[in-house]
């Protein structure tokens, strides 16, 4: 079966097409448009997301979708014990170039990658101004994992994690959940179903359900601003990270 997928026209005011009325299997709503921050900000916030490895950009919007709830998240045991051990230091906003870097490296198996330069520009510029937030989890001085994304009112849009030492993304994931719950954020959006998100506790809400909590989380006002205070307020350390399971 042939599928229409619209095209979007070069000025970043034109509409997306509703996120309801998406025929294709996997999500594919539209292609073609541009990565400037109004565009981003205005498609995040009707759960709608760019991925493509070269041109042309290509927008998605899959049901189900796979979202955590903050405060509910599943610790491993062997990640608790490197959580109890207390070698890493956690941080947001404090590497965002590190951390999306990091997350861009081209993959093992096969060279490729699906943060193209443009994409990471455009998030370094929703960086800047306050939408785009990083979490980091060192090692001493070295930057051993973390993850990005993308905050519109009570919703964290979860984009990319990398690590560097063992089970660091991991611990990046865990304490993102741990300060959403603590910030009352309603789910953190992971997009696309996998494997390790569902052994970590991932929910798939489908379609009318992902959207309506989107639109009662986007209602809230966006906390716009680096997050590298707000976050050490909360004063998260690994080691307490340890005994969430299930919930916070």
């Given amino acids: 079966m042939r599928h229409f997928i619209p095209q979007l026209a070069p000025d970043s005011k034109s509409q997306f097409p509703d996120p309801a009325t998406v025929s294709h299997p996997e999500g594919l709503l ?13 498609a995040y916030r009707q759960g709608i997301f760019p991925w493509y490895e070269k041109p042309p950009i290509l927008w998605w919007s899959p049901a189900p979708r796979a979202v955590f709830l903050p405060g509910h998240v599943h610790v491993s045991r062997r990640l608790r014990r490197t959580l109890r051990q207390g070698a890493f230091r956690l941080s947001m906003d404090a ?3 590190g951390v999306i870097d ?3 490296a081209p993959r093992a198996q ?3 990658t699906w943060i193209t330069s443009e994409l990471r520009a455009a998030f370094l510029d929703l960086h800047r101004a306050g939408h785009a937030h990083s979490l980091e989890v060192w090692l001493d001085d070295e930057l051993a994992g973390g993850l990005y994304g993308l905050s519109q009112g009570k919703i964290f849009f979860a984009e990319s994690k990398f690590h560097r030492r063992r089970d660091a993304s ?4 865990v304490a993102l959940m741990h300060a959403l719950h603590r ?8 997009q696309v ?27 809230h006002e966006d906390q716009i601003g680096n997050w590298q205070a707000r976050f050490a307020a909360l004063q998260v350390q690994p080691q307490d990270l340890a005994n969430c399971d299930s919930s916070v």
């Fill in 110 to 112: 096969d060279g490729g």
């Fill in 102 to 104: 990091g997350c861009a």
């Fill in 170 to 173: 991991k611990i990046a994931l």
């Fill in 183 to 190: 910030w009352n954020f309603l789910i953190a959006d992971c």
């Fill in 95 to 97: 590497d965002f170039s």
């Fill in 193 to 219: 179903w996998n494997p390790h998100l569902e052994r970590m506790g991932v929910r798939l809400l489908d379609g009318d359900e992902f959207r309506a909590v989107l639109a009662e989380g986007t209602q």
């Fill in 30 to 42: 539209a292609w073609g448009g541009d990565l400037r921050p109004e565009r981003l900000l205005r």
